[in-house]
């Protein structure tokens, strides 16, 4: 009785890119090294663009689709093996291209915001909106000028804080505005005014792939999971949730060699249900809270394309720790000088006034 | 009417080795290949199939024998209810056959119609008997759906344990069903193959698991492994 040897290899084409069509991006990576049979099926652009556009469906969008093929990105397999992966802090990529202009229009973001694994909004940035048109090599107009001096902020969405002040306006179902920003709530948060911090840090996903039109990379700069979930009661019960991550960059662009990317987004749970976002962003802070300017959160993106990523979760949220750790001790050093300096203008004050004292009051 | 399902008719299949099977037509033909050799009329005698060994037919015939047995069975409800139906249908003809003949004998007193229209009025009748029937049909297909999900669950469960065999019987399922068209045997085939490559945490493992054997040069090797070096 002769039984067949498993010899994967000895299998039709079709049926071999069957079945690694359902396969997910790592493990397809792994099929395309064993021979080359199988490299030849894995390197079939249909096969990776279907893993991103499951994987991130603003991908999928025309918009998006557009600006990729446009770009000067090699392919999906290239895009998925650079948004995949996250940026890992430890230390510095090198071999980074000289940079000689950065434009904001180079950049365009895929945002993708999911709960409990399934896909809730997705949207697509081009460029920065704030840098408005402006001529790329006019780096002396006003408008560049006051985009790279000031404090930077890529903005996906921004209801407003006047608007909606309670009466849940900007979540009525009917307004068609906001209705993309709608998504009905689980049914154990039908509860308006209890915390439900736990199930959102929990279920919420959030992926910001940023992609270098010109020199075709990308980069996740998301944590995926929330980094940090609170409710500001302040405002009516809105949550605000932070994702993120830490680039490591040079020196000479910010001290301690780390920047931290945030994504901060803000949502509420409305009355009749819905979750309603509120604010999606990014910007960059140094080890002192500091928000970035735009030159150098250019620089910092361009340092993020090139970066070394990790596929350990672990690793990147003990990188955030270790930030985080670094900016406790940055302000505990700051509060330690300047306690000192209050000190010693005090002692020097209260010797003047001996001195003063000793020899005016005798006479 | 749907076409009875017993046909009765019986095929001998021969596997590599040699053995024959019978297995009902209704059966058989769930493999797109047997299906066509029966409808050009060669299925005289014996079917040869020569890539399939028997150990392999008989699973393979089992599972066909399964999903044609799942379909017979979510199916006889709504032949019952069918019939019911129709026979409602025939009893209310029947009984408005009477005052439609009284309306159409006005008709031809009052008007001198066409036959046509006698026709007409009659069918426009037994459409609107039939409106009736149709809202129950409707009604019971959503009966049968709503009592479909534990029999496609268990169906399920089923493929799911039909398929977990070592890699050597799974492989020649997969070659098999390729052979023999069988759509849904394939799909669950090939899912499983695919489930079990993600299992593998290395190239390596693939390679042992699967018996395939790099023809890499040692330098296209560590320039490949380069590249994927970010699944790490």
Same mark, same amino acid.
């Given at each position: 009785?002769?039984?067949?040897?498993?010899?994967?290899?000895?299998?039709?084409?079709?049926?071999?890119?069957?079945?690694?069509?359902?396969?997910?991006?790592?493990?397809?990576?792994?099929?395309?090294?064993?021979?080359?049979?199988?490299?030849?099926?894995?390197?079939?652009?249909?096969?990776?663009?279907?893993?991103?556009?499951?994987?991130?469906?603003?991908?999928?969008?025309?918009?998006?689709?557009?600006?990729?093929?446009?770009?000067?990105?090699?392919?999906?397999?290239?895009?998925?093996?650079?948004?995949?992966?996250?940026?890992?802090?430890?230390?510095?990529?090198?071999?980074?291209?000289?940079?000689?202009?950065?434009?904001?229009?180079?950049?365009?973001?895929?945002?993708?915001?999911?709960?409990?694994?399934?896909?809730?909004?997705?949207?697509?940035?081009?460029?920065?909106?704030?840098?408005?048109?402006?001529?790329?090599?006019?780096?002396?107009?006003?408008?560049?000028?006051?985009?790279?001096?000031?404090?930077?902020?890529?903005?996906?969405?921004?209801?407003?804080?006047?608007?909606?002040?309670?009466?849940?306006?900007?979540?009525?179902?009917?307004?068609?505005?906001?209705?993309?920003?709608?998504?009905?709530?689980?049914?154990?948060?039908?509860?308006?005014?209890?915390?439900?911090?736990?199930?959102?840090?929990?279920?919420?996903?959030?992926?910001?792939?940023?992609?270098?039109?010109?020199?075709?990379?990308?980069?996740?700069?998301?944590?995926?999971?929330?980094?940090?979930?609170?409710?500001?009661?302040?405002?009516?019960?809105?949550?605000?949730?932070?994702?993120?991550?830490?680039?490591?960059?040079?020196?000479?662009?910010?001290?301690?060699?780390?920047?931290?990317?945030?994504?901060?987004?803000?949502?509420?749970?409305?009355?009749?249900?819905?979750?309603?976002?509120?604010?999606?962003?990014?910007?960059?802070?140094?080890?002192?809270?500091?928000?970035?300017?735009?030159?150098?959160?250019?620089?910092?993106?361009?340092?993020?394309?090139?970066?070394?990523?990790?596929?350990?979760?672990?690793?990147?949220?003990?990188?955030?720790?270790?930030?985080?750790?670094?900016?406790?001790?940055?302000?505990?050093?700051?509060?330690?000088?300047?306690?000192?300096?209050?000190?010693?203008?005090?002692?020097?004050?209260?010797?003047?006034?001996?001195?003063?004292?000793?020899?005016?009051?005798?006479? | 009417?749907?076409?009875?399902?017993?046909?009765?008719?019986?095929?001998?299949?021969?596997?590599?080795?040699?053995?024959?099977?019978?297995?009902?037509?209704?059966?058989?033909?769930?493999?797109?290949?047997?299906?066509?050799?029966?409808?050009?009329?060669?299925?005289?005698?014996?079917?040869?199939?020569?890539?399939?060994?028997?150990?392999?037919?008989?699973?393979?015939?089992?599972?066909?024998?399964?999903?044609?047995?799942?379909?017979?069975?979510?199916?006889?409800?709504?032949?019952?209810?069918?019939?019911?139906?129709?026979?409602?249908?025939?009893?209310?003809?029947?009984?408005?056959?009477?005052?439609?003949?009284?309306?159409?004998? /006005?008709?031809?007193?009052? *008007? @001198? +119609?066409? %036959? &046509?229209? =006698? !026709? #007409?009025?009659? $069918?426009?009748?037994?459409?609107?008997?039939?409106?009736?029937?149709?809202?129950?049909?409707?009604? /019971?297909?959503?009966?049968? *759906? @709503? +009592?479909? %999900? &534990?029999? =496609? !669950? #268990?169906?399920? $469960?089923?493929?799911?344990?039909?398929?977990?065999?070592?890699?050597?019987?799974?492989?020649?399922?997969?070659?098999?069903?390729?052979?023999?068209?069988?759509? &849904?045997?394939? !799909?669950?085939?090939?899912?499983?193959?695919?489930?079990?490559?993600?299992?593998?945490?290395?190239?390596?493992?693939?390679?042992?698991?699967?018996?395939?054997?790099?023809?890499?040069?040692?330098?296209? !090797?560590?320039?490949?492994?380069?590249?994927?070096?970010?699944?790490?």
């Amino acid at each position: 009785m002769e039984l067949l040897q498993c010899h994967l290899k000895c299998l039709s084409r079709d049926l071999l890119t069957d079945i690694m069509a359902r396969l997910d991006g790592s493990t397809l990576a792994s099929a395309a090294c064993t021979c080359s049979d199988l490299l030849g099926i894995a390197r079939e652009q249909s096969l990776w663009k279907q893993l991103c556009h499951s994987t991130w469906p603003s991908t999928a969008l025309k918009e998006a689709q557009h600006l990729i093929s446009s770009s000067a990105m090699d392919g999906f397999d290239r895009l998925y093996a650079d948004s995949y992966p996250l940026i890992l802090h430890d230390k510095v990529a090198k071999n980074i291209p000289a940079l000689t202009h950065i434009s904001p229009s180079n950049f365009a973001s895929f945002i993708d915001v999911y709960y409990s694994d399934q896909c809730i909004l997705s949207r697509v940035l081009d460029g920065i909106p704030s840098s408005g048109d402006f001529c790329e090599d006019d780096e002396t107009s006003d408008l560049m000028r006051w985009l790279l001096s000031c404090p930077f902020t890529l903005v996906l969405l921004d209801v407003g804080h006047d608007e909606g002040t309670g009466d849940g306006n900007e979540l009525h179902p009917a307004n068609n505005q906001y209705d993309h920003h709608q998504i009905l709530a689980p049914h154990f948060m039908s509860f308006v005014h209890t915390d439900h911090c736990n199930e959102l840090l929990k279920r919420l996903r959030l992926s910001w792939v940023l992609l270098d039109k010109k020199r075709g990379r990308a980069v996740n700069l998301s944590s995926w999971k929330p980094l940090l979930v609170k409710k500001i009661w302040a405002t009516d019960g809105d949550y605000e949730i932070h994702f993120g991550c830490i680039v490591p960059v040079e020196e000479s662009v910010l001290p301690h060699k780390l920047a931290k990317c945030l994504i901060l987004a803000r949502c509420n749970l409305a009355e009749n249900g819905y979750l309603g976002w509120k604010e999606i962003s990014m910007h960059f802070e140094d080890t002192g809270g500091v928000h970035v300017c735009g030159g150098k959160s250019l620089t910092i993106l361009n340092q993020a394309l090139y970066c070394l990523r990790s596929n350990s979760r672990l690793m990147v949220e003990e990188g955030y720790q270790q930030f985080e750790e670094l900016k406790q001790e940055m302000i505990r050093k700051k509060k330690l000088k300047e306690t000192i300096a209050d000190w010693l203008c005090l002692s020097f004050e209260v010797a003047i006034f001996i001195t003063f004292g000793y020899y005016i009051l005798p006479i | 009417m749907s076409s009875s399902n017993n046909s009765g008719k019986v095929l001998k299949l021969k596997s590599k080795d040699n053995q024959i099977f019978e297995v009902e037509e209704s059966v058989a033909i769930q493999s797109e290949l047997i299906k066509n050799v029966v409808e050009a009329g060669c299925d005289i005698g014996v079917i040869p199939l020569l890539t399939v060994h028997s150990k392999t037919l008989r699973n393979v015939i089992e599972w066909c024998q399964k999903h044609v047995d799942y379909v017979e069975e979510n199916d006889s409800g709504s032949n019952e209810e069918e019939i019911k139906n129709w026979e409602s249908e025939i009893c209310e003809e029947g009984n408005n056959n009477g005052s439609d003949d009284e309306e159409t004998k /006005n008709w031809e007193s009052e *008007e @001198n +119609n066409n %036959g &046509s229209d =006698e !026709e #007409e009025a009659k $069918n426009w009748e037994s459409e609107g008997n039939n409106d009736g029937s149709n809202k129950e049909e409707v009604e /019971n297909w959503e009966w049968e *759906e @709503n +009592n479909d %999900g &534990s029999d =496609e !669950e #268990e169906l399920e $469960n089923w493929e799911s344990k039909f398929v977990d065999v070592d890699k050597d019987s799974l492989y020649a399922l997969l070659l098999a069903a390729d052979y023999l068209s069988i759509d &849904s045997l394939l !799909e669950r085939v090939i899912k499983q193959v695919a489930d079990v490559i993600k299992q593998c945490r290395s190239v390596e493992e693939v390679r042992q698991t699967f018996g395939i054997k790099s023809d890499f040069t040692p330098e296209e !090797e560590e320039e490949i492994r380069e590249e994927i070096s970010w699944i790490d």
